[in-house]
């Protein structure tokens, strides 16, 4: 059973989320911010990690810079959760190190066909 990270400061999402992952078979965890889900990784050790990209304290890219930054996590899978739509941002996330960008609103199968992507690759 995969372990996933999800980090979304948005608290009815985030449980919506956890809990759709784990209907569908996965150890879902959650954090609602940037530095809470940094704190909780080692703790938790996901083999996956989505993260909202516009949050408080930390955003998204720096999550991603911090999770890159770490050879612990390095080759972490990470998937944005973002409702910017602009394709310039999507490029320049998936240029630092995010394995996917997924835009909000998005399906239950886009999510789950997006974890299952990016778990495959590893």
Do not use: W
């Not at 890219?61 to 941002?89: C, E, G, W």
């Amino acid at each position: 059973m995969a372990r996933l990270l999800i980090i979304e400061d948005e608290p009815l999402l985030l449980s919506d989320v956890v809990e759709l992952l784990t209907y569908a078979g996965f150890e879902a965890f959650g954090a609602t911010t940037g530095t809470e889900g940094l704190r909780l990784l080692p703790e938790v050790q996901p083999d996956l990690v989505l993260c909202d990209m516009m949050m408080p304290e930390l955003d998204g890219h720096q999550v991603l810079r911090a999770i890159r930054a770490n050879p612990a996590t390095a080759k972490l899978p990470f998937i944005f959760l973002s409702a910017v739509t602009d394709p310039t941002t999507r490029e320049t996330s998936l240029a630092e190190g995010a394995n996917l960008y997924l835009t909000k609103p998005f399906t239950h199968t886009d999510l789950i066909e997006a974890i299952n992507a990016c778990l495959e690759t590893v």
